[in-house]
């Protein structure tokens, strides 16, 4: 089992940029396909992207395209979030998931991930 940490979380103005990063440990990360979800108070837990194993197919809300870009490094068994003219509604923990997912697939389901981080606080002040 891959053990999965997130960082980068923080309070930020509208429109300003965060990066989440979620470093995994214990098993190489080139093995899983991966994805950041988002969970805001009294809301279920919803897809926000996802990453094939090399890293050259991603997919997307609709609610973050154009706005957040999603990519790995292999080398360093982290994956990464870049977050761009954050909006109040980003505001949510992200949590970083892990899928033993086969070359090309890119999950988007709560329920096809077997590993998650603890997740990070992104709040947007408006």
């Known amino acids: 089992q891959v053990q999965l940490v997130e960082s980068g979380g923080g309070l930020v103005a509208t429109g300003d940029s965060l990066r989440l990063s979620c470093a995994a440990s214990?098993?190489?990360?080139?093995?899983?396909?991966m994805g950041w979800f988002r969970q805001a108070p009294g809301r279920e837990r919803e897809f926000v992207a996802s990453?094939?194993?090399?890293?050259?197919?991603?997919t997307y809300a609709d609610s973050v395209k154009g706005r957040f870009t999603i990519s790995r490094d292999n080398a360093k068994n982290t994956m990464y979030l870049q977050m761009n003219g954050l909006k109040p509604e980003d505001t949510a923990v992200y949590y970083c998931?892990?899928?033993?997912?086969?070359?090309?697939?890119?999950?988007?389901?709560?329920?096809?991930?077997?590993?998650w981080g603890q997740g990070t606080q992104v709040t947007v002040s408006s």
């Open positions: 990453i094939n194993l090399p890293g050259d197919f991603t």
């Open positions: 998931a892990a899928d033993p997912a086969t070359r090309y697939a890119t999950p988007t389901r709560v329920d096809e991930y077997g590993s």
């Open positions: 214990g098993r190489t990360l080139s093995s899983y396909a």
